[in-house]
């Protein structure tokens, strides 16, 4: 207990009063942000006046004078966990079972230290270099692109020979139910021409290509420099058998949080934070969150400032290190034997353009003041009782589904397969996702994880395939305007808690009490 908050209750005692349980929970949530003492004396004066003095002063009176004493506090001010309803305190002893087992984490991959572009047009031609590299080299582990030859090689042969190359989409243009895909590697560029086949298979792949994306085109040389598709083949991932941990370990996959924003839903996230600590939920729900040992955050902690247009009218709190402070007070309530991982999102104080370095120590050091955390880069590369996870906010997200047939913001698992089936995470290169000319490209994905976590989308989805867990953790931010009119509808308060040990999700709906 805090020297202010002892202080408060000694005052209470000394004044003829007592505090009930209820009262005393919400002092002491209080006090992490505001004077108790202030508030004690105010509510000690309220009840001299009162004509029946009680012997225990409970919640709705603390609640009634701090409405009073703090109005913007507790109207919208407030970021205080203040449930509408009193909290459902799970009766019975809680054993902590995560409590016993070692932690296991291992960073496998973090561009933080690793960051240093400068952004010359030189950098950017490498950088496309160094992507085209790095997937031709996972295309051609596969058996039916293995064989692929250069495009000047390709060029080259005879009229209707076969031939196979591996190249980036440059341009894409439909006309007269045909479709001219301009491409490039290394060395030339040419022009592939998809005309409807029979099954109109090869047609709806190449429909599917996004630009920038390097695949594998088989082809039948033609006239004129003119390679005509017979059909196109993604890096994608082998099919492989999940790896799981050794034990029944868990972990909560949680993300955009957006603390400072008036659409922050500090309630369910209290909720959250009581099931954590075993006193939130039914027995089974409870049972769940005694095996929770990792709590891992995929960006947008944060709402930050000057993010989207008119977010000052949404921001309850202004100041981006003010919100990083109330970030901590709410990080303070994850009990200390689970590990907390976080990586930034577009809405963080790092850096925008991918990959994004670990959120800067100076705007997060309340956190790290509070408990320890792995801050972490996004994208990065974990590994949790040997279970690989991709760390990506998810910010292409929002390109793939503008680009892309057939996917919607509202199942982000299936937005998430296609960066999968790319073997990179910012497939589209000038949307809304910036990228910065790094000399190695972060965002391709070297090995398939046996889990991809994201977010940014701000909807629950999760799907497995070829082995590899796809989730997308949801918000904890209510719709706001801007994702109104964009026609976003998210679903905020629900997450998806992973069993490491077989994959399985098992999502759970803090929105309510
Ligand atoms: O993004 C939250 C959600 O809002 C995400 O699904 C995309 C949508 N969003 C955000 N910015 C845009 C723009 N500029 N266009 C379209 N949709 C957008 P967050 O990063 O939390 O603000
Ligand atoms: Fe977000
Ligand atoms: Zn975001």
């Known amino acids: 207990m805090s020297e202010r908050l002892q202080r408060a209750v000694s005052l209470t005692i000394e004044a003829g009063y007592q505090l009930d349980k209820k009262a005393f929970d919400f002092l002491n949530i209080l006090s992490k942000t ?63 079972s995560a409590k016993d087992i070692d932690t296991d984490i291992k960073i496998l991959e973090d561009p933080t230290e690793e960051i240093c572009e400068t952004g010359t047009l030189e950098e950017y031609l490498d950088y496309f270099r160094d992507r085209f590299k790095r997937i031709e080299k996972i295309l051609r ?116 949080l957006h603390i400072g924003s008036k659409m922050f839903m500090k309630e369910a996230f209290n909720r959250f934070l009581l099931w954590l600590n075993g006193k939130f939920g039914n027995p089974k729900l409870r049972e769940l969150a005694s095996h929770v040992k990792y709590v891992v955050i995929a960006g947008d902690v944060v709402d930050g400032i000057g993010v989207y247009p008119k977010q000052i009218e949404e921001l309850v709190i202004k100041d981006i290190y003010e919100q990083y402070r109330m970030a901590s007070k709410f990080i303070e309530e994850v009990p200390d034997y689970i590990e907390l991982i976080m990586i930034p999102g577009n809405h963080d104080a790092s850096r925008k353009a991918l990959p994004q370095p670990a959120i800067p120590h100076n705007y997060a050091e309340p956190i790290h003041e509070t408990r320890k955390v792995y801050s972490l880069g996004n994208p990065c590369t974990i590994s949790l009782h040997n279970v690989q996870l991709l760390l990506y906010h998810g910010r292409s997200l929002d390109d793939i589904v503008s680009v892309a047939s057939d996917v919607s913001l509202n199942a982000p ?57 796809l989730v997308n953790s ?19 308060g629900i997450i998806p808690v992973v069993n490491l040990q077989t994959l399985e999700v098992t999502p759970i709906n803090f929105s309510t009490a």
């Open 474 to 492: 949801g918000a904890w931010q209510k719709q706001t305007k801007f994702q109104e009119e964009m026609g976003l509808t998210p679903t905020p």
């Open 34 to 96: 505001e004077d108790p003492i202030q508030l004690m004396e105010k509510a000690i004066k309220k009840l001299e006046t009162a004509s029946e003095k009680p012997l225990f002063i409970n919640r709705d009176l603390l609640e009634e004078v701090a409405k009073e004493a703090l109005p913007e506090i507790i109207e919208e001010k407030s970021l205080l966990a203040l449930p509408p309803h009193p909290v459902l305190e799970a009766k019975g002893t809680f054993h902590a």
């Open 413 to 469: 698992e299936k937005a998430m397969k296609l960066l999968l089936q790319s073997r990179h995470l910012a497939p589209v290169y000038g949307g809304k996702t910036p990228i910065a000319p790094e000399q190695r490209d972060f965002m391709v994905i070297e090995r398939p994880p046996d889990i991809l976590h994201c977010g940014h989308v701000h909807v629950l989805g999760y799907e497995s395939y070829r082995g590899t867990l």
């Open 141 to 256: 582990q596969r058996i039916d692109a293995k064989d692929a030859s250069s495009i000047s090689d390709a060029l080259k042969a005879p009229v209707n020979s076969k031939v196979k190359i591996i190249s980036m989409i440059t341009e894409k243009r439909e006309s007269k139910q045909r479709l001219f895909l301009r491409v490039e590697d290394l060395n030339s560029s040419a022009t592939v021409l998809v005309s409807p086949d029979k099954d109109r298979k090869t047609m709806k792949k190449a429909r599917e290509l996004m630009l920038d994306q390097v695949v594998c085109i088989a082809a039948v040389k033609a006239r004129n420099e003119l390679l005509v598709a017979k059909d196109i083949i993604w890096p994608d991932t082998p099919q492989r058998k999940p790896k799981g941990a050794s034990m029944p370990v868990y972990a909560a996959l949680i993300s955009d």
